[in-house]
């Protein structure tokens, strides 16, 4: 009883409505979207923004939903891919002979895990046993807490072809390959390993200080009575470089400063865009939707070095080197979002933003050949020549009416307005369109509408493939008040916020703050606009304008104008 009070206690502490302001990374809620009604749900990761390592336990097999999973097969050291299988998973157990006994994962309780972006915790009630972890960029900690004082056996299962090797009685090296490439890991204990051994093709226990082979199962014993602390690094280099990484980034057996500076990380790039008004929930989706831009991309520079997968070599950087970044799902409105509040990590955008890029330089020839690779997508990034094509404003504005509007009868009906796909990314601008047409105030209804709808603060939404900040992202720009519709064009279009005050700091030095003091529920149309004390002409806003910083000022009301 006391230890299920104590669990209601730490969880109950987690929830938004009872944390410290200024802590936004508490108001993130990973568990939205746990169960997905689209392609995929969204996982309870935990990482540090950009990190190398990237966590959430290892579930039933076959389940993709992770709440619906009521087994945990494994702790992963790591994922090395977006979405992707783990590296190297460890489970602990009670003794030796738990190992000899078939296993179908051990039983949780849902109600007893608690998950952050910096912290995750389990009760094993089976294994009487608390488990916690915590990363930092390239390294984690585990801690194990025995209820009992059996033998305490942490058991190392790999799928690929990999390798352990005991060194001393505090430390265990090793890797899997993943991908074809080596993860290496490097770990150590806050105590003496009593025993280790590896379980054969025969299922017998083998001792032994080192094993290699596909799929192995490795073990490590330890004295039961003490809580065992498990701090490590990886490295795709070697496990040297995971030795440094591990000196770099997490020395010493202070848990709760590993806890306490993933607050710290987190808060800080949470807090480049400070919001200010709306209902918990909506800053609850808002802070949670912020979080996964922060997935991907990955930064595989391991303090001077890195590996690269495209020539099988280390390669010297004096700058970070990012991976893991599909250009399907995250071009359009994670890389925007990017360009704002990460300009360090801006990435490209793709043949036309090369195009213009090539002619804003002056390299001709450059220019005429990306040109001639984006002929085929011109109507697809010129929102203007579209409305012309289908037949002049009027006729544009009937049919985005019928596109919201109309019945796609016999398809599932989860995130569709209409013929609308909103989990659709590359529709994510339709919305929007609107405006161009010039009637603006059907851009701010029908954005509204989408957000209230299809985001919201629960197990199920939001509405489809997250894919790595896509989603997501939409969500911030639009809860902020803008949307970029035309790639490779440095202008904004105007919707409708859903916060009183949204200030972004664009790590230039420079502040850009939207205001909308009268926003509320009906008060979702703009009346007039302001930029800098001056009044804006239309409802476009350029990238100069907010990179350079100012203040936007949105007169909301419930007049559609």
Not at 11 to 37: E, H, T
Not at 127 to 136: A, D, I, Q
Request: glycine letters at 8%; hydrophobic letters at 35%; a negative charge.
């Amino acid at each position: 009883m006391k230890r299920f009070l104590i669990s209601v206690l730490l969880f109950c502490m987690w929830m938004p409505n009872a944390v410290n302001a200024q802590d936004l990374v508490d108001l993130v809620n990973p568990r939205i979207g746990n169960v997905s009604q689209g392609l995929m749900p969204t996982f309870p990761t935990v990482h540090r923004p950009y990190g190398m390592i990237r966590f959430w336990p290892l579930t039933s097999p076959g389940v993709i939903d992770t709440y619906l999973s009521d087994r945990i097969y494994g702790f992963p050291l790591n994922r090395p891919e977006y979405r992707g299988e783990p590296a190297i998973t460890v489970m602990p157990y009670k003794g030796k002979k738990a190992l000899l006994k078939e296993t179908n994962g051990i039983e949780i309780d849902h109600d007893f895990e608690i998950v952050s972006p910096y912290y995750y915790s389990v009760q094993l009630d089976e294994m009487e046993m608390k488990v916690e972890f915590t990363p930092t960029e390239r390294c984690a900690f585990f801690a194990f807490s025995s209820a009992n004082t059996d033998d305490l056996v942490l058991l190392f299962e790999t799928d690929d072809v990999s390798r352990f090797q005991l060194k001393g009685t505090q430390n265990l090296t090793g890797y899997e390959t993943y991908k074809g490439v080596r993860q290496y890991v490097n770990i150590f204990f806050n105590h003496r390993i009593k025993e280790s051994g590896y379980i054969n093709a025969e299922g017998k226990l083998v001792k032994a200080k080192s094993a290699k082979g596909k799929g192995l199962k490795y073990f490590v014993v330890f004295d039961g009575s003490v809580q065992v602390l498990m701090n490590y690094a990886v490295s795709w280099i070697d496990n040297k470089q995971a030795s440094r990484n591990l000196l770099k980034e997490n020395p010493g057996w202070n848990f709760d400063k590993t806890v306490n500076a993933g607050v710290e990380a987190w808060n800080h790039e949470l807090g480049k865009i400070e919001a200010k008004g709306g209902t918990v929930d909506q800053r609850v989706i808002f802070y949670t939707a912020l979080y996964r831009t922060f997935e991907r991309m990955v930064n595989v520079n391991e303090y001077g070095r890195y590996y690269s997968a495209n020539d099988n070599k280390v390669h010297r950087t004096k700058h970070d080197i990012f991976v893991d970044d599909w250009i399907w799902d995250t071009y359009s409105s994670r890389h925007s979002l990017s360009m704002i509040i990460a300009p360090d990590r801006e990435p490209e955008y793709g043949n036309k933003c090369l195009t213009r890029l090539a002619e804003a330089w002056g390299y001709n020839e450059d220019t005429v050949a990306l040109e001639n690779r984006t002929d085929n997508s011109i109507y697809v990034y010129n929102p203007e020549e579209l409305i012309e094509m289908v037949g002049g404003k009027d006729a544009f504005v009937e049919s985005l009416d019928q596109l919201f509007e109309e019945s796609l009868s016999g398809y599932a009906k989860w995130g569709i307005t209409g013929r609308f796909v909103m989990r659709n990314q590359p529709g994510f601008h339709a919305s929007y369109l609107y405006t161009l047409a010039g009637q603006p105030w059907k851009t701010q209804k029908r954005v509204r509408q989408l957000m209230d709808t299809w985001f919201r603060n629960d197990i199920m939404d939001i509405c489809g493939d997250e894919d790595g900040g896509g989603l997501s992202a939409w969500y911030v720009f639009s809860a902020m008040g803008f949307y970029p519709v035309t790639l490779g064009k440095s202008e904004y279009v105007l919707g409708s916020p859903i916060f009183e005050e949204v200030k972004m700091d664009l790590g230039n030095g420079n502040f850009f703050t939207i205001k909308a003091p009268f926003v509320s529920t009906q008060n979702k149309y703009i009346q007039s606009v302001k930029l800098n004390g001056e009044e804006l002409d239309g409802y476009i806003l350029t990238h100069q304008s907010i990179s350079a910083g100012g203040t936007l000022v949105l007169d909301m009301g419930s007049a559609k104008n």
